[in-house]
Protein backbone atom coordinates (compact mmCIF):
# COMPACT_ATOMS: atom_id res chain seq x y z
CA UNK A 1 0.00 0.00 0.00
CA UNK A 2 2.99 2.62 0.81
CA UNK A 3 4.22 2.07 -2.80
CA UNK A 4 0.79 2.49 -4.38
CA UNK A 5 0.37 5.62 -2.26
CA UNK A 6 3.98 7.08 -2.54
CA UNK A 7 6.22 5.65 -4.95
CA UNK A 8 5.99 6.54 -9.21
CA UNK A 9 5.15 3.13 -11.33
CA UNK A 10 8.08 2.67 -13.87
CA UNK A 11 7.33 2.67 -17.43
CA UNK A 12 5.90 0.35 -19.14
CA UNK A 13 8.06 0.14 -21.54
CA UNK A 14 10.86 -1.59 -19.53
CA UNK A 15 8.82 -4.64 -19.59
CA UNK A 16 7.79 -3.68 -23.54
CA UNK A 17 10.81 -1.82 -25.09
CA UNK A 18 8.41 -2.09 -28.04
CA UNK A 19 5.84 -0.31 -26.33
CA UNK A 20 4.85 3.28 -28.72
CA UNK A 21 6.46 6.24 -26.46
CA UNK A 22 3.23 8.51 -27.31
CA UNK A 23 1.65 5.57 -25.76
CA UNK A 24 3.81 5.71 -22.66
CA UNK A 25 3.12 9.25 -22.04
CA UNK A 26 -0.06 9.05 -22.06
CA UNK A 27 -0.18 6.18 -19.62
CA UNK A 28 2.33 7.46 -17.54
CA UNK A 29 -0.17 10.43 -17.05
CA UNK A 30 -3.16 8.26 -16.37
CA UNK A 31 -0.97 6.79 -13.05
CA UNK A 32 0.57 10.17 -11.67
CA UNK A 33 -0.05 9.65 -7.83
CA UNK A 34 -1.35 13.25 -7.63
CA UNK A 35 -5.28 13.80 -8.84
CA UNK A 36 -4.23 17.38 -10.71
CA UNK A 37 -1.89 15.83 -12.31
CA UNK A 38 -3.91 13.14 -14.20
CA UNK A 39 -6.54 12.75 -16.81
CA UNK A 40 -10.02 14.75 -15.39
CA UNK A 41 -12.22 12.06 -16.74
CA UNK A 42 -12.24 9.10 -18.31
CA UNK A 43 -13.05 10.99 -21.35
CA UNK A 44 -10.48 13.09 -21.41
CA UNK A 45 -8.36 9.64 -21.32
CA UNK A 46 -9.95 8.52 -24.49
CA UNK A 47 -9.91 11.79 -26.24
CA UNK A 48 -5.95 11.99 -25.20
CA UNK A 49 -5.72 8.49 -26.90
CA UNK A 50 -7.92 8.70 -29.46
CA UNK A 51 -6.24 11.96 -30.58
CA UNK A 52 -2.67 10.13 -30.70
CA UNK A 53 -4.31 7.21 -32.94
CA UNK A 54 -5.93 10.17 -35.28
CA UNK A 55 -2.39 10.94 -36.08
CA UNK A 56 -1.47 7.17 -37.23
CA UNK A 57 -1.96 6.33 -40.93
CA UNK A 58 -3.00 2.99 -40.57
CA UNK A 59 -7.19 1.32 -40.95
CA UNK A 60 -9.60 3.68 -39.29
CA UNK A 61 -10.64 0.77 -37.06
CA UNK A 62 -9.55 2.12 -33.44
CA UNK A 63 -8.61 -1.22 -31.99
CA UNK A 64 -6.16 -1.16 -35.19
CA UNK A 65 -5.12 1.95 -34.80
CA UNK A 66 -3.87 1.61 -31.00
CA UNK A 67 -2.29 -1.87 -31.39
CA UNK A 68 -0.49 -0.23 -34.56
CA UNK A 69 0.81 2.72 -32.04
CA UNK A 70 2.07 0.11 -29.13
CA UNK A 71 4.09 -1.32 -32.30
CA UNK A 72 5.45 1.70 -34.21
CA UNK A 73 8.93 3.62 -33.35
CA UNK A 74 8.46 7.34 -33.34
CA UNK A 75 8.97 8.84 -37.29
CA UNK A 76 9.30 12.27 -36.13
CA UNK A 77 9.08 15.05 -33.42
CA UNK A 78 5.27 15.62 -34.14
CA UNK A 79 4.56 11.60 -33.16
CA UNK A 80 5.02 12.18 -30.40
CA UNK A 81 2.53 15.16 -29.38
CA UNK A 82 -0.84 14.15 -26.87
CA UNK A 83 -3.43 17.01 -25.99
CA UNK A 84 -5.07 16.16 -23.23
CA UNK A 85 -7.17 18.68 -24.75
CA UNK A 86 -10.73 17.39 -25.71
CA UNK A 87 -11.65 17.58 -29.42
CA UNK A 88 -14.77 19.11 -31.52
CA UNK A 89 -16.13 15.41 -32.03
CA UNK A 90 -18.91 15.15 -34.64
CA UNK A 91 -21.59 13.02 -34.61
CA UNK A 92 -20.46 9.33 -35.23
CA UNK A 93 -22.47 6.20 -36.63
CA UNK A 94 -22.87 3.67 -33.50
CA UNK A 95 -20.19 1.47 -34.92
CA UNK A 96 -17.50 4.79 -34.23
CA UNK A 97 -19.22 4.90 -30.68
CA UNK A 98 -18.33 1.55 -30.33
CA UNK A 99 -14.49 2.16 -31.21
CA UNK A 100 -13.89 5.12 -29.08
CA UNK A 101 -15.38 3.17 -26.57
CA UNK A 102 -12.34 -0.36 -27.47
CA UNK A 103 -9.95 3.20 -27.36
CA UNK A 104 -10.73 3.82 -23.77
CA UNK A 105 -10.55 0.14 -22.97
CA UNK A 106 -7.37 -0.54 -25.07
CA UNK A 107 -5.97 2.74 -22.76
CA UNK A 108 -7.59 1.22 -19.56
CA UNK A 109 -6.22 -2.16 -19.95
CA UNK A 110 -2.17 -0.17 -20.71
CA UNK A 111 -2.40 1.47 -17.62
CA UNK A 112 -3.58 -1.63 -15.70
CA UNK A 113 -0.72 -3.44 -17.03
CA UNK A 114 1.67 -0.84 -15.96
CA UNK A 115 0.15 -0.93 -12.43
CA UNK A 116 0.58 -4.89 -12.23
CA UNK A 117 3.93 -4.08 -13.16
CA UNK A 118 4.32 -1.83 -10.83
CA UNK A 119 3.11 -3.80 -7.96
CA UNK A 120 4.52 -6.99 -8.78
CA UNK A 121 7.91 -6.07 -10.54
CA UNK A 122 10.02 -4.49 -7.63
CA UNK A 123 12.97 -5.11 -6.02
CA UNK A 124 13.92 -4.21 -2.56
CA UNK A 125 15.73 -1.33 -3.77
CA UNK A 126 12.80 -0.18 -5.81
CA UNK A 127 13.93 -0.92 -9.29
CA UNK A 128 12.05 -3.66 -10.97
CA UNK A 129 13.62 -7.18 -11.56
CA UNK A 130 14.16 -7.10 -15.26
CA UNK A 131 15.13 -4.46 -17.83
CA UNK A 132 16.97 -2.16 -15.22
CA UNK A 133 19.57 -0.07 -16.04
CA UNK A 134 23.03 -1.63 -14.14
CA UNK A 135 24.48 -0.18 -10.88
CA UNK A 136 26.84 1.91 -11.70
CA UNK A 137 29.45 1.46 -9.60
CA UNK A 138 30.85 5.14 -6.98
CA UNK A 139 34.00 7.08 -7.91
CA UNK A 140 35.95 9.07 -6.09
CA UNK A 141 33.86 11.88 -7.67
CA UNK A 142 30.61 10.62 -7.05
CA UNK A 143 29.40 11.61 -3.45
CA UNK A 144 27.29 8.69 -1.42
CA UNK A 145 23.82 8.40 -0.89
CA UNK A 146 24.24 9.66 3.09
CA UNK A 147 27.03 11.89 2.32
CA UNK A 148 26.15 15.46 3.99
CA UNK A 149 24.36 17.72 1.00
CA UNK A 150 27.29 20.13 -0.68
CA UNK A 151 26.64 23.60 0.11
CA UNK A 152 24.16 25.57 -2.34
CA UNK A 153 23.73 29.04 -3.80
CA UNK A 154 21.02 30.67 -1.96
CA UNK A 155 17.36 29.96 -4.00
CA UNK A 156 16.69 33.68 -4.18
CA UNK A 157 18.97 36.50 -5.17
CA UNK A 158 19.94 38.88 -2.01
CA UNK A 159 18.47 42.32 -2.37
CA UNK A 160 22.01 43.81 -3.96
CA UNK A 161 21.39 41.44 -6.68
CA UNK A 162 17.72 42.59 -7.72
CA UNK A 163 19.30 45.10 -10.16
CA UNK A 164 19.63 42.49 -12.15
CA UNK A 165 17.00 43.25 -15.01
CA UNK A 166 17.20 43.05 -18.40
CA UNK A 167 17.36 45.84 -20.49
CA UNK A 168 17.04 46.75 -24.61
CA UNK A 169 20.71 48.53 -25.05
CA UNK A 170 21.09 51.60 -26.77
CA UNK A 171 23.18 50.39 -29.62
CA UNK A 172 23.49 47.00 -29.55
CA UNK A 173 27.09 45.27 -30.10
CA UNK A 174 27.10 43.03 -33.01
CA UNK A 175 28.55 39.47 -32.48
CA UNK A 176 32.33 38.90 -32.98
CA UNK A 177 33.27 36.72 -35.83
CA UNK A 178 35.88 33.76 -35.72
CA UNK A 179 36.95 32.45 -38.94
CA UNK A 180 36.87 29.14 -37.65
CA UNK A 181 37.04 26.33 -40.68
CA UNK A 182 37.28 25.18 -43.96
CA UNK A 183 34.21 22.94 -44.02
CA UNK A 184 30.92 23.05 -41.97
CA UNK A 185 31.31 23.88 -38.22
CA UNK A 186 29.75 20.92 -36.19
CA UNK A 187 30.44 21.61 -32.71
CA UNK A 188 31.63 24.26 -30.26
CA UNK A 189 32.43 23.87 -26.62
CA UNK A 190 33.85 26.57 -23.73
CA UNK A 191 36.75 25.72 -21.35
CA UNK A 192 35.41 25.77 -17.69
CA UNK A 193 37.47 28.92 -17.01
CA UNK A 194 35.28 30.28 -20.23
CA UNK A 195 39.29 31.81 -21.91
CA UNK A 196 38.82 29.08 -24.53
CA UNK A 197 36.66 27.92 -27.10
CA UNK A 198 36.95 24.48 -29.01
CA UNK A 199 35.36 23.77 -32.42
CA UNK A 200 35.30 21.09 -34.87
CA UNK A 201 34.47 20.22 -38.45
CA UNK A 202 33.60 18.55 -41.30
CA UNK A 203 37.62 19.30 -42.15
CA UNK A 204 38.68 16.74 -39.64
CA UNK A 205 40.29 19.54 -37.30
CA UNK A 206 39.75 20.66 -34.28
CA UNK A 207 40.52 24.28 -33.50
CA UNK A 208 41.14 25.89 -30.35
CA UNK A 209 40.73 30.06 -30.32
CA UNK A 210 40.95 32.92 -27.27
CA UNK A 211 37.89 33.91 -26.17
CA UNK A 212 39.52 37.24 -25.71
CA UNK A 213 40.71 38.61 -28.90
CA UNK A 214 39.63 35.35 -31.46
CA UNK A 215 43.22 34.61 -31.99
CA UNK A 216 43.38 30.49 -32.39
CA UNK A 217 45.81 29.07 -29.61
CA UNK A 218 46.20 25.12 -31.02
CA UNK A 219 45.10 22.93 -33.40
CA UNK A 220 44.40 19.03 -33.05
CA UNK A 221 44.33 16.64 -35.71
CA UNK A 222 41.68 13.97 -35.71
CA UNK A 223 41.46 11.16 -38.15
CA UNK A 224 37.88 11.25 -38.95
CA UNK A 225 35.08 14.06 -38.74
CA UNK A 226 34.11 15.14 -34.98
CA UNK A 227 29.96 15.91 -34.11
CA UNK A 228 30.77 17.46 -30.42
CA UNK A 229 33.01 18.31 -28.15
CA UNK A 230 33.08 18.41 -24.42
CA UNK A 231 35.67 19.61 -21.57
CA UNK A 232 36.60 17.91 -18.57
CA UNK A 233 35.74 19.64 -15.42
CA UNK A 234 39.21 20.56 -15.24
CA UNK A 235 39.74 21.64 -18.17
CA UNK A 236 42.32 19.70 -19.04
CA UNK A 237 40.78 17.20 -21.09
CA UNK A 238 38.90 17.53 -24.68
CA UNK A 239 36.82 15.00 -25.48
CA UNK A 240 35.49 14.64 -29.50
CA UNK A 241 32.91 12.05 -31.15
CA UNK A 242 31.33 11.34 -34.39
CA UNK A 243 30.26 8.99 -36.98
CA UNK A 244 33.55 6.93 -36.53
CA UNK A 245 31.85 5.22 -33.51
CA UNK A 246 34.25 6.34 -30.61
CA UNK A 247 35.26 9.20 -28.13
CA UNK A 248 38.95 10.46 -28.44
CA UNK A 249 40.20 12.12 -25.41
CA UNK A 250 42.82 14.95 -25.91
CA UNK A 251 45.20 16.62 -23.59
CA UNK A 252 44.16 20.14 -24.13
CA UNK A 253 48.14 21.32 -23.21
CA UNK A 254 50.20 18.90 -25.46
CA UNK A 255 47.97 18.60 -28.08
CA UNK A 256 48.09 14.75 -27.99
CA UNK A 257 45.95 12.07 -28.28
CA UNK A 258 45.51 10.19 -24.12
CA UNK A 259 43.50 7.84 -25.08
CA UNK A 260 40.14 6.21 -27.15
CA UNK A 261 36.58 4.74 -25.74
CA UNK A 262 35.09 2.22 -28.60
CA UNK A 263 31.54 3.07 -28.51
CA UNK A 264 30.24 0.81 -30.31
CA UNK A 265 28.11 3.39 -31.97
CA UNK A 266 27.63 6.86 -33.44
CA UNK A 267 28.23 9.74 -31.17
CA UNK A 268 26.31 12.79 -31.03
CA UNK A 269 26.26 14.15 -27.57
CA UNK A 270 29.25 13.93 -25.23
CA UNK A 271 29.62 15.45 -21.96
CA UNK A 272 31.65 14.53 -18.71
CA UNK A 273 29.61 14.28 -15.41
CA UNK A 274 31.01 16.13 -12.37
CA UNK A 275 34.54 15.14 -11.39
CA UNK A 276 35.22 13.90 -14.71
CA UNK A 277 35.74 10.12 -13.84
CA UNK A 278 32.47 9.35 -16.00
CA UNK A 279 31.71 10.77 -19.76
CA UNK A 280 28.46 10.16 -21.07
CA UNK A 281 27.47 9.58 -24.43
CA UNK A 282 24.40 9.61 -27.05
CA UNK A 283 23.40 8.87 -30.40
CA UNK A 284 20.69 11.14 -30.73
CA UNK A 285 18.52 10.09 -33.67
CA UNK A 286 20.55 8.12 -34.97
CA UNK A 287 22.24 4.60 -34.25
CA UNK A 288 21.20 1.28 -32.45
CA UNK A 289 21.19 2.61 -28.81
CA UNK A 290 19.29 6.06 -29.12
CA UNK A 291 17.31 5.40 -26.31
CA UNK A 292 20.14 5.17 -24.42
CA UNK A 293 22.48 7.60 -22.23
CA UNK A 294 25.61 4.90 -22.02
CA UNK A 295 28.32 5.80 -19.31
CA UNK A 296 31.45 5.22 -19.40
CA UNK A 297 34.55 5.15 -16.73
CA UNK A 298 37.33 7.55 -18.41
CA UNK A 299 39.85 5.80 -16.56
CA UNK A 300 38.93 2.18 -18.03
CA UNK A 301 37.81 3.09 -20.95
CA UNK A 302 35.09 0.54 -19.98
CA UNK A 303 31.11 0.76 -20.62
CA UNK A 304 29.54 1.23 -16.65
CA UNK A 305 25.83 1.80 -17.19
CA UNK A 306 23.03 2.53 -19.53
CA UNK A 307 20.03 5.01 -18.83
CA UNK A 308 17.17 3.85 -21.02
CA UNK A 309 15.45 7.23 -21.49
CA UNK A 310 13.19 5.81 -23.62
CA UNK A 311 13.46 7.61 -27.16
CA UNK A 312 15.93 9.50 -28.57
CA UNK A 313 17.56 11.02 -25.80
CA UNK A 314 18.40 14.71 -26.68
CA UNK A 315 20.31 16.35 -23.82
CA UNK A 316 22.11 15.44 -20.30
CA UNK A 317 22.41 17.59 -17.64
CA UNK A 318 23.92 17.13 -14.02
CA UNK A 319 23.06 18.33 -10.42
CA UNK A 320 26.20 20.33 -9.08
CA UNK A 321 26.71 17.92 -6.68
CA UNK A 322 26.31 14.86 -8.82
CA UNK A 323 23.72 13.12 -7.37
CA UNK A 324 21.00 13.80 -10.10
CA UNK A 325 21.83 13.89 -14.01
CA UNK A 326 18.81 15.00 -16.59
CA UNK A 327 17.92 13.91 -19.76
CA UNK A 328 15.53 15.41 -22.05
CA UNK A 329 13.75 13.63 -25.48
CA UNK A 330 10.85 12.48 -27.16
CA UNK A 331 9.53 11.16 -24.13
CA UNK A 332 9.42 13.96 -21.47
CA UNK A 333 12.66 14.75 -18.89
CA UNK A 334 13.89 11.90 -17.16
CA UNK A 335 15.36 12.15 -13.85
CA UNK A 336 18.33 9.59 -12.65
CA UNK A 337 20.11 8.75 -9.47
CA UNK A 338 23.83 8.86 -11.06
CA UNK A 339 24.51 6.63 -8.13
CA UNK A 340 22.50 3.68 -8.89
CA UNK A 341 20.95 3.92 -12.23
CA UNK A 342 17.29 4.19 -10.97
CA UNK A 343 15.17 6.44 -12.65
CA UNK A 344 13.53 8.88 -10.06
CA UNK A 345 11.02 10.52 -11.81
CA UNK A 346 9.63 11.69 -15.49
CA UNK A 347 8.77 15.19 -15.98
CA UNK A 348 5.80 15.70 -18.53
CA UNK A 349 4.22 18.50 -19.72
CA UNK A 350 5.45 19.52 -23.36
CA UNK A 351 3.62 18.30 -26.23
CA UNK A 352 5.69 16.54 -28.35
CA UNK A 353 9.51 16.24 -27.86
CA UNK A 354 11.91 18.10 -25.37
CA UNK A 355 14.63 19.40 -27.20
CA UNK A 356 16.84 20.39 -24.14
CA UNK A 357 17.09 20.33 -20.30
CA UNK A 358 19.40 21.94 -17.34
CA UNK A 359 19.25 22.41 -14.16
CA UNK A 360 19.71 25.57 -12.51
CA UNK A 361 22.38 26.42 -10.32
CA UNK A 362 20.90 25.64 -7.36
CA UNK A 363 19.98 22.28 -7.95
CA UNK A 364 16.41 22.89 -7.29
CA UNK A 365 14.83 23.60 -10.48
CA UNK A 366 14.77 22.26 -14.18
CA UNK A 367 14.37 24.34 -17.38
CA UNK A 368 13.76 22.73 -20.52
CA UNK A 369 12.49 23.76 -23.63
CA UNK A 370 10.37 21.76 -26.19
CA UNK A 371 9.42 21.46 -30.05
CA UNK A 372 6.16 23.30 -29.03
CA UNK A 373 7.45 26.59 -28.93
CA UNK A 374 7.64 27.15 -25.18
CA UNK A 375 10.09 27.06 -22.16
CA UNK A 376 9.18 25.41 -18.65
CA UNK A 377 10.63 25.12 -14.88
CA UNK A 378 10.25 22.51 -13.03
CA UNK A 379 10.49 21.72 -9.60
CA UNK A 380 13.58 19.22 -9.51
CA UNK A 381 12.80 17.31 -6.24
CA UNK A 382 8.43 16.85 -6.91
CA UNK A 383 8.44 17.22 -10.78
CA UNK A 384 5.36 19.62 -10.55
CA UNK A 385 5.47 22.09 -13.34
CA UNK A 386 6.17 26.01 -12.10
CA UNK A 387 4.50 28.94 -13.69
CA UNK A 388 5.18 30.80 -15.76
CA UNK A 389 5.09 29.19 -19.08
CA UNK A 390 7.53 31.10 -21.21
CA UNK A 391 6.03 31.83 -24.69
CA UNK A 392 7.43 33.69 -27.63
CA UNK A 393 9.26 31.91 -29.50
CA UNK A 394 7.66 31.12 -33.32
CA UNK A 395 10.08 28.24 -34.01
CA UNK A 396 10.47 25.20 -32.90
CA UNK A 397 12.31 25.31 -29.30
CA UNK A 398 16.41 24.52 -29.49
CA UNK A 399 18.59 25.02 -26.54
CA UNK A 400 17.77 26.23 -22.66
CA UNK A 401 20.01 27.07 -20.19
CA UNK A 402 20.06 29.27 -16.72
CA UNK A 403 23.00 32.02 -16.18
CA UNK A 404 25.21 31.42 -13.88
CA UNK A 405 23.38 33.27 -11.07
CA UNK A 406 20.32 31.64 -11.84
CA UNK A 407 18.48 34.40 -12.49
CA UNK A 408 18.18 34.84 -15.93
CA UNK A 409 17.43 31.83 -18.94
CA UNK A 410 18.42 31.71 -22.38
CA UNK A 411 16.36 30.29 -24.99
CA UNK A 412 17.60 29.21 -28.27
CA UNK A 413 15.35 28.08 -31.95
CA UNK A 414 15.97 26.19 -34.62
CA UNK A 415 14.89 29.16 -36.64
CA UNK A 416 18.24 30.77 -35.13
CA UNK A 417 16.60 32.93 -32.83
CA UNK A 418 18.37 33.64 -29.48
CA UNK A 419 16.17 35.36 -26.10
CA UNK A 420 17.14 36.32 -22.87
CA UNK A 421 14.07 35.99 -20.12
CA UNK A 422 13.64 36.48 -16.96
CA UNK A 423 11.19 34.34 -15.22
CA UNK A 424 10.02 36.21 -12.38
CA UNK A 425 8.59 38.64 -14.85
CA UNK A 426 8.37 36.89 -18.12
CA UNK A 427 9.68 39.90 -19.87
CA UNK A 428 12.40 38.66 -22.37
CA UNK A 429 14.38 40.56 -24.96
CA UNK A 430 15.20 38.95 -28.48
CA UNK A 431 18.81 39.04 -29.05
CA UNK A 432 18.24 37.51 -32.83
CA UNK A 433 15.31 36.99 -33.95
CA UNK A 434 13.87 33.73 -35.84
CA UNK A 435 14.46 34.23 -39.22
CA UNK A 436 13.28 32.28 -42.45
CA UNK A 437 16.28 34.61 -44.13
CA UNK A 438 18.25 31.94 -45.96
CA UNK A 439 21.88 33.81 -45.14
CA UNK A 440 20.86 33.37 -41.19
CA UNK A 441 22.00 29.54 -40.28
CA UNK A 442 19.56 27.57 -38.46
CA UNK A 443 21.11 26.54 -35.04
CA UNK A 444 20.13 22.85 -35.58
CA UNK A 445 21.72 20.68 -33.18
CA UNK A 446 22.88 21.85 -29.53
CA UNK A 447 26.97 20.69 -30.48
CA UNK A 448 26.61 23.74 -32.68
CA UNK A 449 26.16 26.67 -29.55
CA UNK A 450 27.63 26.64 -26.07
CA UNK A 451 27.50 29.13 -23.35
CA UNK A 452 30.04 30.62 -21.62
CA UNK A 453 30.71 29.26 -17.79
CA UNK A 454 29.39 32.81 -16.58
CA UNK A 455 26.45 33.07 -18.83
CA UNK A 456 27.78 36.60 -20.86
CA UNK A 457 28.97 34.69 -24.42
CA UNK A 458 27.19 32.78 -26.11
CA UNK A 459 29.08 30.82 -29.01
CA UNK A 460 26.95 29.37 -32.22
CA UNK A 461 27.39 28.40 -35.95
CA UNK A 462 27.58 30.81 -38.63
CA UNK A 463 28.22 28.27 -41.51
CA UNK A 464 31.89 27.18 -41.35
CA UNK A 465 32.67 29.88 -38.70
CA UNK A 466 31.58 31.00 -35.09
CA UNK A 467 29.41 34.23 -33.93
CA UNK A 468 30.32 35.06 -30.32
CA UNK A 469 27.36 36.93 -29.04
CA UNK A 470 27.67 39.63 -25.84
CA UNK A 471 24.69 38.53 -23.49
CA UNK A 472 26.34 40.93 -20.46
CA UNK A 473 25.16 44.06 -22.32
CA UNK A 474 21.36 42.87 -22.02
CA UNK A 475 21.63 43.01 -18.29
CA UNK A 476 20.96 45.94 -15.96
CA UNK A 477 23.62 44.59 -13.40
CA UNK A 478 26.44 43.78 -15.93
CA UNK A 479 28.80 42.60 -12.60
CA UNK A 480 25.95 39.93 -11.65
CA UNK A 481 26.47 36.30 -12.45
Same mark, same amino acid.
Given at each position: ????????????S? *????L?P? $??????R??????ED???TMSD?A??L??SA??DS??????N?? =?R???E?PR %?????????A???VEK? %?PS?K??????????LA????A?G?? *????????????????????S????K??D?P?K???????P?D??LL? =?EP??V?PP??? =?A???? $? /?GV???P??????T? %? !???TI???????G?R =???L?PDSK??C??F?P?????A???P??KV?LWN??EG??TGT?????VV?L??F???G????? %???????S??Y *??????ETKKLV???N??? !?V?S??????G?????S !???G?C??N?A????K??? $?G?EGR?MY??F???????V????D???R?????T????KP?L?G??RP??????T?N????L????GGG????DP?TK????V??? /?GN???V????A???? $?S??G???ACK???DV?LF? *???????????
Amino acid at each position: MAQIVGAEPERPSL *LRPDLHPQ $LEVIVMRAMKKKGEDRYATMSDFAAALGHSAEADSGPRTPVNRV =KRLMEEVPR %SAQDTTVSSAIPQVEKR %SPSRKRGWIWVAVAGLAAAMLAGGIF *LSGKNKDGRGAEGRNPVIPESPDQPKENDPPAKKPDADPKPADKALLL =KEPAEVKPPRLI =KAHTDS $L /SGVAFSPDGKTLATC %S !GDKTIRLWNVADGER =KGKLDPDSKIWCLAFSPDGKTLAAGGPDKKVTLWNVAEGEATGTIETGDVVELVAFAPGGSRLTT %STGDFGRSKNY *LKVWDVETKKLVGNFNHGA !GVTSVSFSRDGKLWATS !GYTGICLWNAATGAKKDTF $LGHEGRVMYAAFRPDDKALVSIGADKTVRIWDAKTGNFQKPVLAGHTRPGHFVSYTANGRLILSTTEGGGIFLWDPSTKKHVIVRED /SGNPRVVALGKASYLA $LSPDGKTLACKKGNDVLLFD *LGQYWDNAEGK
